[in-house]
């Protein structure tokens, strides 16, 4: 687990508008951050900057007290979940899930890859599902096995954008109560993209709102939705 600090942090593609304009927040050790805001304005490329696939052009982004700017992604310890949750069509769910601690070389073997990753299905009910592919599983099915590669190592901060958004109702609704349930297990840092009202008044410490790149307000969800 880890502290998140961004400090006064821009990103300019070309010579353009920035698209993250001057952006500074503090996320505590543990804490659950939500970023809504419209479309086009900056929400994917601040979670893709702490992640390390963006540059930063200036500003400051530490990582428990330490500047990590020029870490490469592997380096910071971050696990990110995209929209798409490309999954690896090829390798069964068991070895999606063990995806990220086979890449760790040398640092896990192989009984310890199968207690981990058991622990993560369990934890995501997905262990009648382990040998099959992911052509051969439901929607809701794929997304956890993104949800079970990202907390299958032990990350300091997890990044989610809008993981729910290709689901339906019924199956979204699942997965709210499902990541609700993980992060009071494990507690981890997590900042987390939505377009989704229900999920950022329910999972949400505090709401971030981003606006042509600037951050206008944050506040707990129900000083957020709930003002009279
Ligand atoms: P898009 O154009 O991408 O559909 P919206 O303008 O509908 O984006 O905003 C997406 C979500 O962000 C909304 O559902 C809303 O909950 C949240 N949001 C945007 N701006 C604000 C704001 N100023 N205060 C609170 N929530 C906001
Ligand atoms: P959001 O996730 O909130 O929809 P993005 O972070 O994707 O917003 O985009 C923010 C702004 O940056 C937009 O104006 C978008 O067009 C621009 N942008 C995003 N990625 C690139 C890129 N690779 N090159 C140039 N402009 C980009």
């Known amino acids: 687990m880890a502290s998140i600090e961004l400090k006064n942090l821009v990103k300019k593609y070309g010579d353009g508008f920035p698209a993250v304009n001057d952006v500074s927040l503090d996320i505590a050790d543990g804490e659950f951050v939500i970023l809504v805001g419209p479309s086009g304005c900056g929400k994917s490329t601040l979670l893709r ?8 052009t200036s500003g400051d982004l530490m990582i ?6 020029d870490l490469a992604p592997r380096d910071r310890n971050l696990s990110m979940v995209f929209q798409n949750y490309a ?7 068991f070895e999606n899930i063990a995806f990220p601690l086979r890449l760790a070389k040398g640092q896990h073997n192989e009984d310890e890859i199968r207690s981990k990753v058991n622990q993560a299905s369990s934890m995501l009910e997905l262990n009648e599902h382990l040998e099959r592919k992911p052509a051969n599983l439901s929607g809701g099915q794929r997304q956890r096995v993104a949800m079970g590669r990202a907390i299958v190592r032990e990350a300091d901060a997890f990044l989610f954008d809008e993981p729910l958004s290709n689901l339906d109702a019924k199956l979204r609704g699942q997965m709210r109560t499902e990541i609700s349930r993980m992060q009071r297990r494990l507690g981890t840092t997590t900042v987390y993209v939505t377009h989704d009202q229900i999920e ?4 949400g410490d505090r709401v971030a709102v981003l606006k042509k790149g600037v951050l206008q307000q944050v506040a707990s969800p129900r000083e957020l939705y709930e003002q009279p």
């Not at 999954?87 to 769910?93: A, K, N, Q, R, S």
């Open 200 to 203: 950022a008044m329910t999972l």
């Open 64 to 69: 428990d007290g330490k500047r990590v700017n």
């Open 87 to 93: 999954l690896y069509p090829h390798l069964t769910v």
């Open 49 to 56: 900057m702490i992640v390390g696939l963006e540059d930063i």
